[in-house]
């Protein structure tokens, strides 16, 4: 019988990992609860760079990255005077843009039709999991219909049930520690004309119109603009004065409120991101301010880095331990991204007095000396994370992980670090494709001149898994290559079907090529079982 994979949760996050799956030749049922998609509201609306991307693998990143509103400036304004604008680095020549900002109901409607042209995923609806009963060869999956129970096989789950997602935490037997904000905040779609403010996302401390607390006003598609207001804990939707919020802004030019809801956020991880047989992605894993886009895109990455290594266990060319490192990559992401947001929401909504003093007087400094702009926190914007401590990584002396990068950079490339994309032309295929795009084929050998290239095909001929071996020496043009940082004379790089790069290894022969190359497949992690 052929692998069957159950993902359980049918938006965005859960979207990616069925097609991530299917494109690797694995039959996927999708589980949702509800009757049929919402498609109502804005909500997650700003799409990082690396996502697109990880989306255009599976037919979907270019037609969204077509459609949203592209955006390359953010701007950070303490009252009436801009403090700051940072613009994003790209440290290839990625085809997409920083950011792109698109109505999450959007995005899943364009992942819906890549779903409808995919054989191998089933979308069923109406189904609530009641149960997930392991044993050594698969998940009993259990669910509630309008038909009555209904019960299916799957070799692995990847749960992804999102926020409201407690009773699937329960089955689990995992944690979600955390907390919750006391403040509210309220949004608004509105479809207007503000000239200057359609490719820039504009961040408010203390403006006239909402003083003592923020604003944020992000553009999108259709002359519309996303607006959130800070708001106390006691704000009553039914008495609030919406237009004159809105006038406030945008002063008397007509508009229309296209969508509008009220929210309150948590902060929260759960201690076990694998459950033997089942992978937790997504807000059912963890849950963060949205002050930096944290939570849609991490949980895209979350749902490829599951995939993958799925698909290579259930194909027979790696060990069921390579799916611990899905625990200790995304955890550990997730625990990164926790951290940035919540410093973000100590400075954005101070908890304690000497809190809002420092606050105060941040803010007040920075207005008049760009020295101390630096601390002004309005939100570290989203970014692939760093496998530098993962156990598939091998370390590199000569390239060590310096600590999360300055706002809007990135890290330079080395083991553990997503490689930046760039074109490459070569004999082998006819016109040109990039790094990424090869590399979501398997792994990838990347050989610079003067490296050992026959001892890295005996290597990649050693494992099961599929390995392709580049020369830089055939490429038509390495500029790329050298412009990116990549592939200095005698070095292999081994770069993983996430496109992280799993290894630098500099003049190596085959012995150290196939050791960097198990490791990455998680044998290590077997033998140290």
Known sequence: ????????????????????????????????QRPHRDAAGSKSIVQQRDV???????????????????????RTFYRDA????????????????????ISQSRTEQILDECIAAQPLISARWGHTVTGLAQDRRGVTVTCATDRGPEVLRADYVIACAGAHGDQVRAMLGARFDGESFGDRFLICDIRTDLPGWARERRFYFDPPWNPGRQVLIHPCPGSTYRIDWQVPAEFDETADDRDARIRAIIGDRPYQVVWSSVYRFSSRVTDRMRVGRVLLAGDLAHQFSPFGARGLNSGVQDAENAAWKIAFVLRGWAPDALLDSYHAERHAAACENLEVTSATMRF???????????????????????????AVDSGR??????????????????????????????????????VPDIPLSHAERAGATTLRALAREGFVL??????????????????AAPVRVIEAGALEDTGPLAAAGLAEAGEVWVIRPDAHAAAVLRHPGKAEIGAALRRALGMDLTEAR
């Open 381 to 418: 914007l989203a970014e692939p994370f760093w496998y530098t401590a993962s156990p598939l990584t091998t370390p590199d002396p000569g390239r060590p992980f310096r600590g999360r990068p300055p706002r809007g950079a990135v890290p330079p490339p080395g083991p553990g670090i997503l």
């Open 82 to 101: 801009e403090l700051f604008s940072l613009t994003f680095a790209d440290p290839g020549r990625s085809a997409f843009p920083p950011f792109v900002n």
């Open 1 to 32: 019988m052929a692998p069957v994979v159950a993902v359980v949760g049918n938006g965005p996050v859960g979207q990616t990992a069925a097609l991530m799956l299917a494109r690797w030749g694995l039959l996927v049922v999708v589980l949702d």
């Open 52 to 74: 697109l991307d990880a989306w255009d693998a599976v037919g979907a990143g270019r037609r969204i990255a077509d459609e949203g509103v592209t955006w390359t400036t953010a």
């Open 348 to 374: 954005l909504v101070p908890g304690t007095g000497a809190e809002r003093q420092h606050r105060l007087a941040t803010l007040e400094r920075a207005a008049a000396d760009p020295a101390a702009r630096a």
């Open 446 to 463: 990347l050989c610079a001149c003067g490296a050992d290239a026959d001892a890295a095909r005996a290597a990649a001929s050693a494992v």
